[in-house]
Nanobody, 119 residues
Framework: QVQLVESGGGSVQPGGSLRLSCVAS????????MGWYRQAPGNQRELVAYISPAGTTYYTDSVKGRFTISRDNSLNTMYLQMNSLKSEDTAVYYC?????????????WGQGTQVIVSS
């Protein structure tokens, strides 16, 4: 059973930066495509980015050039560096342990970490 724990969220002004972490335990995820999703109040959960075992990445259009997804398989950890944050990035961010190339999330979810971008 995979357990995921997200951290790194917080409150930041527009233009600021945050780095989210997702630590996995219970099994090695080095062979899995992992991803970050977010859910804003009143909205459905949406894919933000994913990263393949080989390091190939995908980003939704709204975060391209601002967010960077990475992973450290030795630590069973995935990261999301978020720069130039905008108010519309405000959401609860979740990681998932098994993301299909289509973006569908098939794996375990973490509990989420809140990101608030506000002046």
């Amino acid at each position: 059973q995979v357990q995921l724990v997200e951290s790194g969220g917080g409150s930041v002004q527009p233009g600021g930066s945050l780095r989210l972490s997702c630590v996995a335990s219970g099994t090695s995820l080095r062979a899995y495509r992992m991803g970050w999703y977010r859910q804003a109040p009143g909205n459905q959960r949406e894919l933000v980015a994913y990263i393949s075992p080989a390091g190939t990445t995908y980003y939704t259009d709204s975060v391209k050039g601002r967010f960077t997804i990475s992973r450290d398989n030795s630590l069973n950890t995935m990261y999301l560096q978020m720069n130039s944050l905008k108010s519309e990035d405000t959401a609860v961010y979740y990681c998932n342990s098994d993301v299909r190339q289509s973006g569908r999330a098939d794996g375990s979810w973490g509990q989420g970490t809140q990101v608030i971008v506000s002046s």
